[in-house]
């Protein structure tokens, strides 16, 4: 008998929900110190996932969720540079 394969979940650091990996969208920290959007989810490093929407990603800024995932502080102008990737992405959906 085969069994159901699992599903992987991860947390929305802006939300806080759980939901399906390849749901959300992961901004990852490279091993060079570079913070940027993982649209693949296969890039080495070490990751903080975020669910396609802006609310969420404001939720994580103001909540400090992906500065505590990543383990690092992370600069204000990444932060710009993420919300409009994010927007290019919600208005490809």
């Keep these: 008998m085969k069994t159901k394969n699992k599903i992987p979940m991860r947390q929305c650091t802006g939300c806080r929900e759980m939901k399906s990996k390849k749901e959300m969208i992961r901004v990852l920290k490279t091993p060079e110190d570079e913070i940027v959007l993982d649209t693949t ?25 992906i500065e505590r995932s990543l383990k ?22």
């Excluded at 989810?41 to 969720?65: F, M, Q, W």
């Excluded at 204000?76 to 959906?93: T, W």
């Design 72 to 93: 690092t502080s992370v600069p204000e102008e990444v932060y710009e540079d993420l919300k409009k990737e994010l927007s290019k992405i919600e208005k490809q959906q």
């Design 41 to 65: 989810g296969r890039k080495n490093g070490r990751g903080a996932y975020v669910c396609p929407s802006t609310e969420c990603l404001d939720k994580a800024i103001r909540n400090h969720g």
